[in-house]
């Protein structure tokens, strides 16, 4: 199982950007995926999530900001990140959202400077 997420990048506030997480074999297609950040001395967390049948749920900080959507052809998810703010500053990741989880790629790092 490989998780490659990439698309991460240096951008001011109030700018966009698009993370793309590439999944090896049907990953995408038959798991509820999530798209997770962890910022400098804090734990993980779940920013996005998308279940098997596009149903979609965000968290409170980034709610009317980001949008999660899946390409099952592609074996892709994505993460469109709108009016970007220095504390969406993380290294992204995306897993599924079960408890046990896929081992964790590297991610990309989203730094927002103000």
């Known amino acids: 199982v490989q998780l490659q997420a990439s698309g991460g990048g240096l951008v001011q506030a109030g700018g966009s950007l698009r993370l793309s997480c590439a999944a090896s074999g049907s990953i995408v297609s038959v798991n509820d995926m999530g798209w997770y950040r962890q910022a400098p001395g804090k734990q993980r967390e779940l920013v996005a999530g998308?279940?098997?049948?596009?149903?979609?749920n965000y968290g409170d900080s980034v709610k009317g900001r980001f949008t999660i959507s899946r390409v099952n052809a592609k074996k892709t998810v994505n993460l469109q990140m709108n009016s970007l703010k220095p504390e969406d500053t993380a290294v992204y990741y995306c897993?599924?959202?079960?408890?046990?989880?896929?081992?964790w790629g590297q991610g990309t790092l989203v730094t927002v400077s103000s």
């Open positions: 897993n599924r959202k079960s408890q046990v989880k896929f081992i």
């Open positions: 998308i279940t098997r049948d596009g149903i979609t």
